[in-house]
Structures are given as structure tokens and as C-alpha cells.
């Protein structure tokens, strides 16, 4: 059963919110005490030590070259680098012949900054590039690749890995179309070719076939060609049928756009493809670059995106 | 001499002063540093004299490098900044100039050690033909920047230093024979504290707000004694070690210093026929600005810096409520400019301990130097009020309380520009 609840009176509510109430010197007071807060915050933020050169070595440094640490885990690191083995076994006059060297390279670093030569030497600049390319692809080269991956690479690479062919050819052509002295269908060039081919095949002299039926040398190959010159230079269609060939021999009549042609090998040295266990470790190595340069790429773009580049008048990139 | 005679001389007196002044404040109106937020501009050198031979120290802040470029241009390398340095700072002795060395090792004729965060450092030793007669010159920026100040510490043959200062008006230092070297006296700091209160507008606007504050003449006693405690709190504090952790911070306070006055003589503005709501409006506007300049540079540059900016809040908006509340402590209304005087102390005290100026010989030049100011800026109120108080007999009370308005407004628009300016 609920309790009776009485109002108080109202002389009585006064008084309870008077009593409640701060007075002005309270207020005044709690503004003065928030006001030195506020004060003593800004001052400790604002006001520092003048002589903030450190006189003791901050745990986890061996040491302090012109306040900058040499990190007691970098030491360790070298120091069982270049002995071999672990830093507890490491003599301590060993230890302190390294440090000494360390100290000497982190005075030379800081020459270097002091003279600017990051700005200013090439070398310098390569090693700092060299550096943060390291660090991009560092994730990558973590995980190294497995052994299918990289014979999937070999395979679709598999050119890169061995010696490169080459030929030694001869493209006849028999022009057809309105144009020359003897104009012609294509139906009466590849039969014309055809004899052509037939009477090389035969022992005919070159020569003799070239006057006897009116053909003449394209002039797209000459001497030796390797493989990807003459591809480039025959096109697609006629090196498709030159790899066919071999030593002294002639393909059949080929229609192309200039007219029909007529392949005669003298000479073909066929690639040798290197086996992939021979090459794995250049597979490795071009696989990891092959990963590493999107990494790079992905890299740049990201710098020249906060990146403020400004060009003068009249450049471009 | 009658009441009036009297009261027509001192307006004159006091009107022959202003217009004195008039010309050294609308130069520092104009100065660089008077809207950018720079403080002045310092180097340091020091000059270590042993025979014939003179090694020079220069530190020279990061941020005066820019002097040695275009304006806008990028900060210029370190082999131009010390190229520039080498040109101009040389020795003379009675046996003609003195060459500056090749110092071996591929350090070349200027060295350069290895910088600070803030500071660029070279070294360059000087051989003279003899050792007596030597004259040290140093023309280091300033035709660049007229108000640098480089405080140099004079050493001569293993004696103890000395502290000088070279100024646009004096960039040469010919040393006395024997290996007592000239102290600056304390005169010059005394003048340099003198114009550092003349020379820049945020801090002529300090000596403004303390005008529109003062309202009998005892309150006078009360600006020379804020005045005096921010200066001796300054060299307390640099006694302790301590000093600003970035002198652009100084004219933040200043800044700060200025919007507070300015609030406080609206708080404190006497009564006229409209109702005194306008500091309210000022007070929240103000606080509401300068707390959204804690948070955007606590995003974008340094939390703790962000808190600095919050705490200065918190006391700008208590201070001005005190004020105004009735309760007696009407003297907190000159708390700006002790927070003035702690900011502007600390510059010269942290410019001598870059030199690492003994306590015995910067002591005496911070108090000559805190003398100099407090003095001017007391005098400057107490001449503006005499003048003020011989003319306002003669004005209306609403006239009056328009002008102090007016003129609290523009201190509290000027000093929340330079504070939020100079933050960043």
C-alpha cells in the first residue's frame, strides 16, 4: 500500500532550494579554481625544458648519437650478423668494436642529411628509392611463391628461358591485282605459285623460278633474322608457316593482302627451351619482380595522390 | 598655476606624446609580423676568439631560412642557407681581414653540424693576420628582416662570455684588448623590452585593452603589478628550465591576451542607456570559436597542442565571468596582461638559453628587458588616461560607453584573429 506522500510547503521548498542553490561565492570560486585548471593544462603543454639534450640513454637504445637512438635491438641484430652467432656468446670487446662501427654510420647518416645529399646526390637517391621499394614489396616477398606457381609462370614464359631462334628465308611474292605488268587473279597466282613451288621443290635455281614466273623478293626479310624480327617483319600469317619449315624446304602458295607468297627456308635454327629445373632460380626471380612491379605501381599512385605536384609553364610528364 | 592651467598642460603633454608614438604604431601596423602572427625574428652566434683564430657558431632558426628566398618560394637547401651565412658574417683584425678556412675532412670553409628540429648550424673559423684589433661583423638577414635580433655570446682567449647583441642598427663588434670582451648593457635590453611593446600592433592593442580597463588611478598599480608578475613569472620559469615550446606561441597569447582585455572592458563597461548584453554575445562567439580551433588543431596538428587551446578557453571564459560577477576580485581583469607579460618574458629568456647563458649574467638582462616593457606600457596607459580623463569631462557618459564599446569589439575581433591565426 502506497505511502501517503505530503507536499511540502512552500516557504519550506524555498528554503531547500536556497540551501541547494551555490551561492555567488561559490560560483566564484569554482570559476577561479576551473580558470587556474585551464591555465596549469595550457602551461604544461606550452612551457617545456630548454635543454631537452637527453644525458641518459632511454631504455630500449644502446645509444644516443646527437639524440637520435641506436636501438639495443639493431645491435643485437648486427652484432650476431656480422660474428655469427648468438649476442650472448659474443665477446664483449667484439660488442663494443661493433657499436663503435654503428656510431660512425649513424654520424655519417646524419652528415648526409646535414649536407642535403639526399637532394643532391644521385647515388643517394637511387639507395633511398632502392629503400622504399624494399619496403613496398616487403609483404610480397614474404610470402614466397609455391613450386606450381612458378612452373605456371615458366610455361607461360617459357620463351624468356633458353636461346632464341632465328631463319634464314627467301618470300617470293606474285603481286596480283590491275597495278604492274602482268596483272592477275589470285585463283591464277596460287596456281602460278604453286608451279613455282613445285619446280623448287624440283631443284630449280631460285633465280630461274623468280624470272620464269614473275615473281619478285618481298624484301621484308633479309640475311639472318631472329625469330621475333621476322615475325615482326613478315606479320603474323607468313611466320606462322616460316616456323613450319625447315632446312631447304618451301611452303605452299600463302594469299596474303600484297599478293600470294612463297616461303623459301634456307636456314632455320629452331629456339632451345631451358629446362624449368635448370632455370628455377630466374623464374623465381622474374616472378617476384613480375609481382612486385603492380606493388610499386600501386605505390606511386598512391604517392602522387597526396602527392602537391606542380609543373611550370610548358612541361609536362 | 590654476586647476585649469594645469589640466590644459597635461593635455598637451600628454597629446605631444601620442603624437610622438603615432609614427613607431602605424610602422608596426604595417610590419610583417603585425597580421602573419611571427614573433621578431632571432639568430644566435657565438664568437670564440683565441689569438688569432675565430671560430663562429651560427645557429640560425629554420623558419628565417625563408629569408634567404623569394617570399612563397620552397625553404632553400642547406648548402645555400650556409652559403648565405658564409657571405655574410666575417672578422677583421688590424692586420686586414680574416680568412675563413678549409677546415680538412671535407668540411670545407663553413661546416655544417648536424641540425636541430628547429635550428640550422654552421661553423666557419676565422684566421687573422694578427690578434689584436679583431671587429666581428654580421649582416646575416637583416636587410631582409629589419626587426632580427642576434643574440651573440663573445668569448676571448678562454676568458668568460659575454653576451651582445647584434640589430640592423648595429652589425659590427670591435673587441678591446685582453679577454674581458663588452657586455651588452642592460640598457639595450631595457630598450628592446621598451620597443617590443611599441614595435608590434597586438601588443600596442595589450597597452589599448589595459586603457579601457583602467578607471581610476590606482588601477595603474594593478597593470604594473600584472605586468611585473608575468615578467617575474617568466624568469622564474626560465630559471626552472623551462621555456615556450614554440615561440609562436607567444604571439597566440598575445592574441589571446588582447581578446580578454577586450571582453573585460565589456564586462566592466560603465553603465549607459543600453543594457550591457553585448559581452555576453562577444564572450560565447569568442569561446565558441576558440574552442572549435582546439578541436580542428587537435585533428590536424597536435592533440596536446589542441588541449593547450582548450585550457586557454577554459580560463579566458572564467576569467571573464569572474570579472563581471560582483564578487570583488574586479583586479582579475588585468590577468591578461600578466599572461602578456609571462608569453613576451619567455621569448628572451629562451633566446638567452639557447646560448646557455649563465643564470648570473641573463638574470640581469631579463629584468632589464622586463623593466624596459612594463615601464612603457604603464606609462603609455597612464599618459592615454591622463589624457583621456582631462578630455572625457567634456564627453557624455552614452558617448563614453559607445567608445569603450566600439573599442573593446575591435579588441576582441583583433585578438580572436591573431590567437586562431597563430595557432596553426
Known amino acids: 500500500m502506497p505511502s501517503p506522500t505530503v507536499d511540502p510547503a512552500p516557504g519550506a521548498r524555498a528554503g531547500l532550494a536556497g540551501r541547494l542553490a551555490p551561492s555567488m561565492r561559490t560560483l566564484v570560486a569554482l570559476a577561479l579554481v576551473a580558470g587556474l585548471a585551464g591555465l596549469g593544462v595550457a602551461g604544461a603543454v606550452l612551457f617545456r625544458p630548454f635543454d631537452r639534450t637527453p644525458t641518459a640513454v632511454p631504455p630500449g637504445d644502446v645509444a644516443l648519437v646527437n639524440g637520435a637512438p641506436i636501438l639495443t635491438n639493431d645491435f643485437m641484430i648486427e652484432v650476431e650478423a656480422v660474428e655469427g652467432q648468438p649476442f650472448a656468446d659474443v665477446a664483449p670487446a667484439v660488442r663494443a668494436r661493433i657499436l663503435h662501427e654503428m656510431i660512425d654510420e649513424e654520424l655519417m647518416v646524419q652528415r648526409a642529411l646535414a649536407l642535403d645529399l639526399p637532394e643532391q646526390d644521385t647515388g643517394v637517391r637511387a639507395s633511398l628509392v632502392g629503400g622504399v621499394k624494399a619496403l613496398v614489396t616487403a609483404p610480397i616477398q614474404a610470402e614466397p611463391p609455391t613450386d606450381d606457381e612458378l612452373r605456371a609462370y615458366y610455361a607461360a614464359h617459357r620463351g624468356h628461358y633458353g636461346t632464341k631462334g632465328s631463319m634464314t628465308l627467301t618470300d617470293l611474292v606474285l603481286h596480283v591485282g590491275g597495278s604492274g605488268d602482268a596483272p592477275q587473279s589470285v585463283s591464277q597466282a596460287l596456281a602460278d605459285a604453286a608451279q613455282a613451288a613445285y619446280e623448287l621443290r624440283s631443284g630449280a635455281a631460285l633465280d630461274t623460278v623468280e624470272q620464269h614466273f614473275g615473281m619478285a623478293d618481298s624484301g621484308k626479310v633479309s640475311g639472318v633474322e631472329q625469330d621475333f624480327a621476322a615475325k615482326a617483319h613478315l606479320g603474323a600469317k607468313l611466320y606462322a608457316v616460316a616456323l613450319t619449315l625447315g632446312d631447304g624446304q618451301v611452303s605452299e602458295p600463302i594469299a596474303d593482302a600484297d599478293g600470294v607468297h612463297l616461303l623459301v627456308m634456307q636456314h632455320r635454327q629452331a629456339p632451345i627451351f631451358t629446362d624449368y629445373d635448370a632455370v628455377r632460380n630466374n623464374v623465381y626471380a622474374d616472378y617476384a619482380l613480375a609481382r612486385q612491379t603492380p606493388a610499386e605501381r600501386a605505390n606511386l599512385r598512391l604517392l602522387r595522390r597526396k602527392a602537391d605536384i606542380v609543373l611550370a609553364p610548358g612541361q609536362s610528364e | ?424
Open chain 2, 1 to 424: 598655476m590654476t586647476l585649469r592651467a594645469t589640466r590644459q598642460s597635461a593635455l598637451a603633454l600628454a597629446a605631444a606624446i601620442l603624437w610622438l608614438l603615432a609614427p613607431a604604431a602605424v610602422r608596426a601596423a604595417a610590419a610583417p609580423g603585425a597580421s602573419g602572427g611571427e614573433t621578431a625574428h632571432v639568430s644566435y652566434s657565438r664568437w670564440t676568439v683565441d689569438g688569432a683564430s675565430v671560430r663562429l657558431d651560427f645557429l640560425l632558426p629554420r623558419t628565417a631560412a625563408r629569408g634567404f628566398v623569394a617570399p612563397g618560394a620552397p625553404l632553400p637547401f642547406t648548402s645555400v642557407v650556409a652559403a648565405a651565412v658564409a657571405a655574410n658574417v666575417a672578422v677583421e683584425s688590424a692586420g686586414g681581414a680574416c680568412e675563413a678556412i678549409d677546415q680538412g675532412e671535407g668540411a670545407g670553409r663553413i661546416y655544417v653540424m648536424a641540425p636541430t628540429p628547429t635550428l640550422y648550424r654552421f661553423e666557419i673559423i676565422f684566421a687573422c693576420p694578427r690578434a689584436d684589433g679583431i671587429v666581428l661583423h654580421d649582416h646575416v638577414l637583416f636587410a631582409r628582416f629589419p626587426d632580427q635580433v642576434n643574440y651573440a655570446q663573445v668569448r676571448i682567449d678562454g676568458g668568460g662570455p659575454a653576451i651582445q647583441l647584434f640589430t640592423q642598427g648595429r652589425q659590427t663588434l670591435a673587441l678591446p684588448a685582453g679577454n674581458r670582451p663588452p657586455q651588452a648593457s642592460l640598457l639595450r635590453f631595457a630598450m628592446q623590452g621598451a620597443e617590443g611593446v611599441t614595435g608590434q600592433a597586438d601588443r600596442l592593442c595589450v597597452v589599448f585593452g589595459l586603457l579601457l580597463l583602467v578607471r581610476r588611478w590606482r588601477d595603474l598599480g594593478a597593470v604594473a603589478i600584472a605586468l611585473g608578475a608575468g615578467y617575474l613569472a617568466s624568469i622564474a620559469m626560465a630559471l626552472g628550465g623551462l621555456g615556450l615550446s614554440d615561440r609562436s606561441w607567444s604571439g597566440a597569447v598575445t592574441g589571446l591576451a588582447v581578446l580578454l582585455l577586450g571582453a573585460g572592458a565589456l564586462r566592466l563597461r560603465p553603465p549607459g542607456p543600453a543594457p550591457p548584453r553585448g559581452w555576453r554575445i562577444a564572450a560565447i562567439v569568442a569561446l565558441s570559436v576558440m574552442l572549435t580551433a582546439a578541436v580542428a588543431i587537435g585533428a590536424v596538428k597536435d592533440p596536446s597542442e589542441a588541449l593547450a587551446v582548450g585550457g586557454l578557453a577554459v580560463f579566458g571564459a572564467a576569467q571573464v565571468w569572474v570579472v563581471g560577477a560582483d564578487a570583488g576580485l574586479r583586479w582579475i581583469a588585468f590577468a591578461p596582461a600578466a599572461l602578456f607579460a609571462l608569453s613576451d618574458g619567455a621569448l628572451p629568456a629562451q633566446d638567452l638559453a639557447t646560448l646557455k647563458t649563465p643564470a648570473a649574467q641573463a638574470v640581469p638582462r631579463l629584468l632589464a628587458y622586463d623593466l624596459g616593457a612594463t615601464v612603457v606600457a604603464a606609462l603609455l596607459v597612464a599618459i592615454a588616461v591622463a589624457g583621456l580623463w582631462l578630455a572625457a569631462r567634456r564627453i557624455a557618459a552614452a558617448r563614453r560607453a559607445l567608445a569603450i564599446d566600439l573599442g573593446a569589439a575591435s579588441l576582441i575581433g583583433l585578438g580572436l584573429f591573431w590567437f586562431v591565426s597563430r595557432i596553426y
